[in-house]
């Protein structure tokens, strides 16, 4: 039995046309498929392209396929890489010089799938993307342009919506919204050595698990076209809460004092409360450590120089000061008490959510604890 002799390597068989093997030279570069006038009539018998005898193409209906294919170079394979909806809307705009299945053979989809999306391009999917926008856009909106995708998504979750946070985060990047970030702070200088330094009994321990146990406290500075106006806090570490302000145009021991008083007068502790601050000279000085003593409160101090032994006061203002007192323009003090006040009672306290207490806001999150201990 002999063996079939192979055939030459400068061969391969390309196709079979009228009974007979009609062989290519291997060595021939393959062209580059174009979708445009050329190639979409490439899929049949185009115009001085035709096979005679079976043979190859006529060399005239070459030179007309590579000229029909030079005027748009890119066009073909720009579309080619496209999405499926790209394709069809392509085929859509060409529907009267090609027939659809040619089209479809040449794009790669089917014939089916074309005339579905004809019917209703647009998806079921893509309309619930477009009705949940809408609700992300009014809960960004009401949170004054403040949230990111995570509490949208707690957001979206409260009002019966079934989506994942990733699908959150897609749909924001599309409407070009994001939350409010970014906020540098220069540093200052030190002032002189304090009059009284108390031992810092807090130890940054920011967790408690009652409320009236640790308030930090703290004053900063709003810009105005008034000069400065300053502002004192007094915050629960157990929810968050601003439970004490005050504002005035002094930086004095009585703006530290009211904003205390304001505190002791809301929450009304029954036993002794750690009352931690920074060293500055409101809070080092006699009258702030005897008004302390007076009411059975704790005083703690942190590092000097250090931050981070008041973090949880110092979040709170940079909160503050990125979602809304630097998106405002104060021309007068009074209009700066009435922008943060309703921020503090208005929006942080009833409805901004928190991380540190479950992602509730403080007062929702002190009413549920005491919800419970009512239960047990």
Known sequence: MTSKQPYPEEFKIEAVKGGRCVRADRREPAQPVQVDQGVLSAGGRTAGAGVADGGDAAPEG????????????????????????????FMK????????????????VHPSGYYAWKAEPESSRAKDDRRLAGLLKQAWLESGGVYGYRKLTLDMRDLGERCGKHRVARLLKLEGLHSQTGYRRRPGGRAGKPAVVAPNHLQR????????????TDITYIRTHEGWLYLAVVVDL??????GWS???RIDTSLVLDALLMALWRRRPESPVTVHSDQGCQFTGHE???FLREHNLVSSMSRRGNCHDNAV????????????????????RSDARTDIFNYIEMFYNPKRRHG???DTSPIEFERRHFQRLTGV
């Open 313 to 332: 006061a110092e979040s709170f203002f940079q909160l503050l000061k990125r979602e809304r007192v630097r998106r405002q323009i104060y021309a007068t």
């Open 238 to 243: 157990f929810s968050r809460q601003v439970v």
């Open 356 to 358: 540190t207490a479950g």
């Open 288 to 290: 702030w450590q005897t």
């Open 62 to 89: 070459r030179a007309a396929a590579r000229d029909r294919g030079a005027r748009h170079p890119k066009k073909g394979r720009r579309v080619l890489c496209q999405a499926i909806r790209v394709k069809y809307a």
């Open 205 to 216: 321990e920011f967790t408690v698990a009652q409320p009236n146990r640790s308030w930090v």
């Open 247 to 249: 504002m005035g145009s």
């Open 93 to 108: 705009a060409h529907e009267a010089q090609h027939s659809v299945r040619r089209m479809c053979r040449v794009m790669q």
